[in-house]
């Protein structure tokens, strides 16, 4: 009975496991194949995307540059040096939206209401820069719209003059729009008169 047990005679042999394991080997093998040939596809189609994309933004401002270029041949040479100082303007860190909308709350006292702006010209006086406006206010107070012009004349920022007086009829009352003519000249700091006027509270246009 002993014999029987040798088992170098009788050796175990277990053939099913190698090639389930080989088998599983290769099925986790060809599913990353798999894995990474989509991550690669996917990668393909978006730098294929961006290309094009890129492509279309270059085309769309080479299409840009040239309108710009034929509004410029367009442009009177007066037309050219306004644009031109109109960028200087922007590029101006003492000259800005910002600071002429403070200026002029600064000096548009409350029974008075700013209803439009436009720029007509921005040029250099030397070594200051400055900007002819047409600006237009709301009132039902006559005096109060001159004694605005008088605080801005006296200001050393604007420089106005009454232009028109068109009046105007609602359901409440009557009211009158001005038309003035401003030369803007920005400055580092508020001048007295013009610091007195929003220290009092006379300041505020609405």
């Not at 109109?86 to 909308?101: D, M, Q």
Request: aromatic share 8%; with cysteine; charged share 20%.
């Amino acid at each position: 009975m002993i014999t029987e047990l040798n088992l170098s005679s009788h050796p175990f042999r277990n053939r099913t496991t190698p090639y389930l394991l080989s088998a599983l080997v290769l099925f986790v093998s060809f599913i990353g194949i798999l894995y990474c040939l989509a991550v690669l596809r996917n990668n393909n189609a978006a730098i294929e995307a961006a290309h094009n994309e890129v492509e279309q933004m270059q085309a769309e401002v080479a299409r840009l540059k040239g309108e710009g270029d034929k509004v410029q041949q367009q442009l009177t040479p007066e037309q050219r040096e306004l644009l031109v100082e109109s960028h200087k303007l922007v590029a101006n860190k003492t000259f800005g939206w910002s600071r002429l909308f403070a200026d002029l709350e600064a000096v548009i006292p409350g029974s008075v209401s700013a209803s439009r702006i436009s720029v007509e010209n921005i040029y250099r006086d030397g070594d200051r820069v400055k900007a002819d406006l047409e600006f237009g206010v709301i009132s039902r107070n006559y005096q109060a719209v001159m004694a605005m012009i008088g605080t801005m004349n006296n200001s050393g920022v604007f420089q106005a003059e009454l232009r028109g007086q068109n009046l105007q009829t609602n359901q409440r009352s009557p009211y009158s729009e001005y038309t003035l003519h401003l030369v803007y000249t920005p400055t580092y700091s508020y001048t007295s008169s013009t610091t007195e006027v929003a220290q009092t509270g006379e300041g505020g246009g609405q």
